[in-house]
């Protein structure tokens, strides 16, 4: 920097829950730690729905200066003049109240994926934010992380030549009636919170396919993809258990398998694959486990006895460190900071189009697969 103030953004944190106190930890890293020198975050308050006490023990629990305000409910959080941003970090079913909440109130939001329970919510969202003035943004972090960007800068100038094909998978292993609760109260499987292994976990696998197929692509060659997938149901509650999506990116005619699963792994644990792979005519470019929290990836030149190797690089796999001691999830923050120091609305790198774009697409494999969460809660109504 030059002898420049770093720009200041003052934060709240709706939610306690296990993702807002990892996100709130990372907040609170120094951003010297990662060479970051000019914006700097506030922890200035953090609200849960239920009490003030809880929100203070969150506050405690991540260390947070004593500065920091608890808020007893989300609207307290909402009209603190002491926030610039909300980070909404409630189940899924809650995303679009909360960020409406926030938006409504003139309060930028950095909303957690998936955005919202469907497309015509996440429109909403996106057009109060336009409406007010404000910054909004869907908080896919991957796409953040240092590693991620060079991944799309290697494709987009060509790396693997053309570009034909992108798997991706995120599934866990999970014993799931025992870790989910025999009467699927559990959010990840919980119909009324919007749960099952696509809105959960196989946004990551499209946001491997979409930053490749659609993200890097020449704004004229972003089409809407056509799809068509499989799901099979959760037996006690009918989410979606397995799901698998194939995407055919018209402009290009490149094809992206998406799959998901909440019953079996993307890590076997003896001889791991990995979980990304994108294949192009000179190559593969494939990214270790876990595709969320990208760390390593691998090159593998296409070779042949006719045509030998047209790729100009070699085998080879790169690792990145994590610096910091944190999850990843600051750069995030990070990116909501620039953007809102310099007036913008939205992301370059997670812009509105393509997270709708992302959303209509899950919005369809739920429709083919019959999975579909109550009216309350697919419905654009407020409050
Ligand atoms: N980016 C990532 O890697 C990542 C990882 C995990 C989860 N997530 C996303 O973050 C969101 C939250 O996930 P989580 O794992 O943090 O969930 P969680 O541990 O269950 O926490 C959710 C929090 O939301 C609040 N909440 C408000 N109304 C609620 C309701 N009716 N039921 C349950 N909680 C309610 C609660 O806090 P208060 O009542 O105290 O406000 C609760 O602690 C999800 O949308 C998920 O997709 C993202």
């Given at each position: 920097?030059?002898?420049?103030?770093?720009?200041?953004?003052?934060?709240?944190?709706?939610?306690?829950?296990?993702?807002?106190?990892?996100?709130?930890?990372?907040?609170?890293?120094?951003?010297?730690?990662?060479?970051?020198?000019?914006?700097?975050?506030?922890?200035?308050?953090?609200?849960?729905?239920?009490?003030?006490?809880?929100?203070?023990?969150?506050?405690?629990?991540?260390?947070?200066?004593?500065?920091?305000?608890?808020?007893?409910?989300?609207?307290?959080?909402?009209?603190?003049?002491?926030?610039?941003?909300?980070?909404?970090?409630?189940?899924?079913?809650?995303?679009?109240?909360?960020?409406?909440?926030?938006?409504?109130?003139?309060?930028?939001?950095?909303?957690?994926?998936?955005f919202t329970v469907n497309a015509a919510q996440a429109e909403v969202l996106v057009r109060i934010a336009?409406?007010?003035?404000?910054?909004?943004?869907?908080?896919?972090?991957?796409?953040?992380?240092?590693?991620?960007?060079?991944?799309?800068?290697?494709?987009?100038?060509?790396?693997?030549?053309?570009?034909?094909?992108?798997?991706?998978?995120?599934?866990?292993?999970?014993?799931?009636?025992?870790?989910?609760?025999?009467k699927g109260e559990h959010r990840m499987v919980n119909m009324d919170l919007a749960g099952g292994a696509?809105?959960?976990?196989?946004?990551?696998?499209?946001?491997?396919?979409?930053?490749?197929?659609?993200?890097?692509?020449?704004?004229?060659?972003?089409?809407?993809?056509?799809?068509?997938?499989?799901?099979?149901?959760?037996?006690?509650?009918?989410?979606?258990?397995?799901?698998?999506?194939?995407?055919?990116?018209?402009?290009?005619?490149?094809?992206?398998?998406?799959?998901?699963?909440?019953?079996?792994?993307?890590?076997?644990?003896?001889?791991p694959t990995d979980p990304v792979r994108i294949q192009g005519t000179h190559g593969d470019l494939t990214?270790?486990?876990?595709?969320?929290?990208?760390?390593?990836?691998?090159?593998?030149?296409?070779?042949?006895?006719?045509?030998?190797?047209?790729?100009?690089?070699?085998?080879?796999?790169?690792?990145?460190?994590?610096?910091?001691?944190?999850?990843?999830?600051?750069?995030?923050?990070?990116?909501?900071?620039?953007?809102?120091?310099?007036?913008?609305?939205?992301?370059?790198?997670?812009?509105?189009?393509?997270?709708?774009?992302?959303?209509?697409?899950?919005?369809?494999?739920?429709?083919?697969?019959?999975?579909?969460?109550?009216?309350?809660?697919?419905?654009?109504?407020?409050?």
């Amino acid at each position: 920097m030059s002898g420049k103030e770093p720009f200041t953004l003052r934060w709240g944190i709706l939610a306690t829950g296990g993702i807002a106190k990892k996100f709130t930890t990372d907040l609170l890293i120094p951003p010297s730690t990662r060479s970051v020198t000019d914006i700097q975050h506030v922890l200035s308050a953090a609200a849960s729905s239920t009490s003030v006490s809880r929100a203070q023990e969150f506050l405690t629990s991540v260390n947070a200066p004593a500065s920091a305000k608890p808020h007893g409910s989300y609207a307290a959080l909402a009209a603190d003049p002491s926030v610039d941003i909300i980070y909404i970090a409630t189940p899924h079913s809650h995303h679009y109240a909360n960020a409406r909440l926030c938006l409504e109130a003139g309060k930028s939001v950095l909303c957690e994926k998936p955005f919202t329970v469907n497309a015509a919510q996440a429109e909403v969202l996106v057009r109060i934010a336009r409406e007010k003035g404000v910054f909004l943004m869907e908080a896919v972090w991957t796409r953040f992380f240092p590693i991620a960007r060079e991944i799309r800068g290697f494709v987009a100038g060509g790396g693997l030549g053309e570009v034909k094909r992108v798997w991706a998978d995120l599934s866990f292993w999970n014993d799931v009636e025992r870790e989910f609760g025999e009467k699927g109260e559990h959010r990840m499987v919980n119909m009324d919170l919007a749960g099952g292994a696509l809105l959960d976990l196989g946004i990551y696998s499209l946001t491997w396919i979409f930053q490749i197929l659609y993200h890097i692509q020449p704004p004229s060659s972003r089409t809407a993809p056509i799809t068509a997938s499989a799901i099979t149901k959760y037996h006690l509650t009918g989410c979606d258990e397995t799901t698998s999506v194939l995407l055919t990116f018209p402009s290009t005619g490149a094809q992206g398998i998406a799959t998901t699963s909440i019953r079996v792994s993307s890590a076997a644990t003896s001889a791991p694959t990995d979980p990304v792979r994108i294949q192009g005519t000179h190559g593969d470019l494939t990214v270790a486990f876990p595709p969320y929290r990208p760390w390593q990836y691998t090159l593998s030149p296409a070779e042949s006895a006719s045509r030998g190797k047209l790729a100009d690089w070699d085998a080879q796999t790169v690792e990145r460190e994590i610096p910091g001691g944190g999850m990843g999830m600051f750069w995030e923050a990070d990116e909501c900071a620039r953007c809102i120091r310099d007036g913008k609305l939205e992301s370059e790198v997670m812009g509105w189009e393509e997270s709708l774009e992302i959303m209509r697409v899950m919005d369809k494999v739920r429709k083919d697969g019959g999975v579909i969460y109550s009216d309350e809660l697919e419905s654009v109504k407020y409050p």
